[in-house]
């Protein structure tokens, strides 16, 4: 069951991508997560959110949302944009790989699945993005800090 949801929109803007990760620390913080999990959850919002920024609109700028649920022991994360889309979700989820060519690592989603149980991608080309994360608190799997 859904303790608390929070609903957040922003443009496409690299300045944002803190705000977003301080907000949604922010948030999760009701819920009294250790350091470790919290560190893991604003690392894969950062990511998820560079991702949209960097990726979603090029040239240009657009909305990115995104949502937190909060039950007791769980945070689900959903960041999406209405931007270009990714043509192949499951090569860019291959550690190195990225849609903008060599200027970048292609590492993101990588420490993204290393940060939270789940992820999940949902993408149409021309129609945008919607990453789904999900992490439980008080357990040992999904975290950087536990390596």
Do not use: W
């Not at 999760?28 to 998820?48: C, H, N, R, Y």
Request: a negative charge; proline letters at 4%; hydrophobic letters at 35%.
């Amino acid at each position: 069951m859904v303790n608390n949801t929070m609903y957040l929109e922003f443009p496409s803007k690299p300045e944002n991508v803190s705000f977003a990760r301080t907000a949604v620390a922010a948030f999760v913080s009701q819920l009294d997560p250790t350091m470790p999990e919290l560190a893991d959850i604003s690392t894969a919002v950062s990511e998820g959110v560079t991702n949209a920024v960097v990726h979603a609109y090029p040239g240009s700028e657009g909305p990115v949302a995104i949502t937190v649920y909060l039950t007791d022991q769980q945070v689900s994360i959903e960041i999406k944009d209405e931007g270009c889309g990714i043509a192949d979700v499951n090569k860019v989820r291959r550690f190195g790989i990225t849609s903008c060519g060599q200027e970048r690592m292609g590492i993101g989603l990588s420490l993204i699945e290393a940060c939270v149980d789940d992820v999940r991608i949902e993408s149409r080309e021309g129609q945008g993005t919607c990453l789904f994360l999900r992490k439980r608190l008080g357990e040992q799997g999904g975290s950087l800090a536990n390596d």
